[in-house]
């Protein structure tokens, strides 16, 4: 089993910067396909980016040429960074891990607004 704590998250300006990390332990770090969902208020979870075990990625259409998921097998973290930032990019931002079964951190926030 997996554990996952987020960090990173902040209040930013619209067209800032950030870039969020997720530290798993627990388990063989490289075996999992990781990645970052989030949640805005009254909406469901998204899925963000995934990165898989071979370092394959894929994001959703609304984050495309703006955020970079990336991994490092040897510190067992993974980044998500986040450029161009929009208003309605504010949400809770949740590191998962998936290795036959699915877990999850306990969320991020991140604030978009001028």
């Known amino acids: 089993q997996v554990q996952l704590v987020e960090s990173g998250g902040d209040l930013v300006q619209p067209g800032g910067s950030l870039r969020l990390s997720c530290v798993a332990s627990?388990?063989?770090?490289?075996?999992?396909?990781m990645g970052w969902f989030r949640q805005a208020p009254g909406k469901q979870r998204e899925m963000v980016a995934i990165?898989?075990?071979?370092?394959?990625?894929n994001y959703a259409d609304s984050v495309k040429g703006r955020f970079t998921i990336s991994r490092d097998n040897a510190m067992t973290t993974v980044y998500l960074q986040m450029n161009s930032l929009k208003p309605e990019d504010t949400a809770v931002y949740y590191c998962?891990?998936?290795?036959?079964?699915?877990?999850w951190g306990q969320g991020t926030q991140v604030t978009v607004s001028s």
């Open positions: 998962n891990a998936v290795w036959g079964y699915s877990y």
């Open positions: 627990g388990d063989v770090f490289e075996r999992y396909t």
């Open positions: 990165i898989s075990r071979e370092s394959t990625t």
